[in-house]
């Protein structure tokens, strides 16, 4: 809603400011290494950090409170569901996990990509997840079984960054290759390649229309 920013540093803290005053009303402590990643959910409720030390935190946004600490694999990308209900977590170990914020409980590993998970994303209607891999592919999973739904391949180097349109039909993947990719989520078809970039694809953004 706009009311809240979150920041992450490499001083192993993160902190909750208003975004109307720029005051910082809570900070993050727990940590034991830096902490690269930050994600608010989209009912604003809980914030979810990942750190160098391995672990992630689930956070109420509202207290500053650590409700859960997320540990099995050491943590590189993160992903929390619009209501707040699902983490998925993605690992150098090639596996992501599907966590219960309410529990902290692992409800499913996503396994079968063979590198890192560089890259995840949540559909807007929490039924699927998308990760990108240092494998060169992308994969759609089916969030609440943990099924693998469509291996997405095409690019020929690491995907680092993953996107999913609002509507849940599509996703948007940067790779390493120096392109995008646009993939239909229902068939896992590559509907365009998108060129022009000299280096490396890192980050990707979709409109909120998804036009």
């Known amino acids: 809603d706009g009311t809240r920013a979150v920041t992450s540093s490499t001083d192993g803290t993160a902190r909750i400011w208003n975004a109307a005053t720029g005051i910082c009303e809570h900070e993050l402590t727990g940590h034991t290494d ?7 959910s989209a009912d604003g409720t809980h914030v979810v950090t990942s750190s160098h030390d391995g672990t992630a935190r689930i956070w109420n946004a509202a207290t500053g ?16 569901s619009a209501d707040g209900t699902w983490v ?46 240092a494998d060169n592919t992308a994969r759609v999973w089916n969030l609440a079984t943990g099924r693998c739904e469509h291996e997405l391949a095409g690019h020929a180097d690491s995907i680092d960054a993953v996107t999913i349109t609002a509507d849940g039909l599509h ?33 990707v953004a979709i409109s909120a229309d998804g036009s």
């Open 65 to 80: 409170t650590c409700k859960r600490e997320l540990t099995g694999h050491d943590v590189l990308g993160l992903a929390i």
């Open 34 to 40: 830096s902490i690269f990643a930050a994600v608010i």
């Open 88 to 133: 998925v977590s993605s690992s150098t170990d090639g596996t992501a996990r599907i966590w219960n914020t309410a529990t902290g409980i692992c409800e499913h590993e996503l396994a079968g990509h063979t590198g890192s998970i560089l890259a995840v994303a949540i559909s807007a209607d929490g039924s699927r997840v998308v990760t990108g891999s």
């Open 171 to 203: 996703a948007v993947t940067g790779s390493e290759d120096l392109t995008a990719r646009v993939w239909n989520l229902a068939t896992g078809d590559c509907d365009f390649e998108l060129t022009g970039h000299l280096d490396n694809v890192y980050t």
